[in-house]
């Protein structure tokens, strides 16, 4: 079982920044891709953006198109997701999951998953 666990999540007025991270196993994360999905209350679990293994492709919803950046750090094993000119409506508990071979993006075959961290985007 691959262990992620997520941090950065918090409370923040409109228009302000977070940065999530994402924190994987060992030498192994490397050979994952990652994705960054949220849940807000009452609504299905969402597709926000994945990154392939190497870093060398990335995909995004079209809501976060533009304010949101993945990006991340194979010697340090982590996964980041910067968000910027946050909105209200990317409040959510944002999840990262991992994949080891070709299925990614937002209708890839993840199969681990974080416990989740809390966005909360005031008005």
């Known amino acids: 079982q691959v262990q992620l666990v997520e941090s950065g999540g918090g409370l923040v007025q409109a228009g302000g920044s977070l940065r999530l991270s994402c924190a994987g196993p060992g030498r192994t994360f490397s050979s994952y891709a990652v994705g960054w999905f949220r849940q807000a209350p009452g609504k299905e679990r969402e597709f926000v953006a994945a990154?392939?293994?190497?870093?060398?492709?990335?995909t995004y919803a079209d809501s976060v198109k533009g304010r949101f950046t993945i990006s991340r750090d194979n010697a340090k094993n982590t996964v980041d997701l910067q968000m910027n000119s946050l909105k209200p409506e990317d409040t959510a508990v944002y999840y990262c999951?991992?994949?080891?071979?070709?299925?990614?993006?937002?209708?890839?075959?993840?199969?681990?998953w974080g416990q989740g961290t809390q966005v909360t985007v005031s008005s």
């Open positions: 990154i392939s293994w190497s870093g060398g492709s990335t």
């Open positions: 999951a991992a994949v080891a071979g070709g299925s990614w993006g937002p209708k890839g075959l993840y199969n681990h």
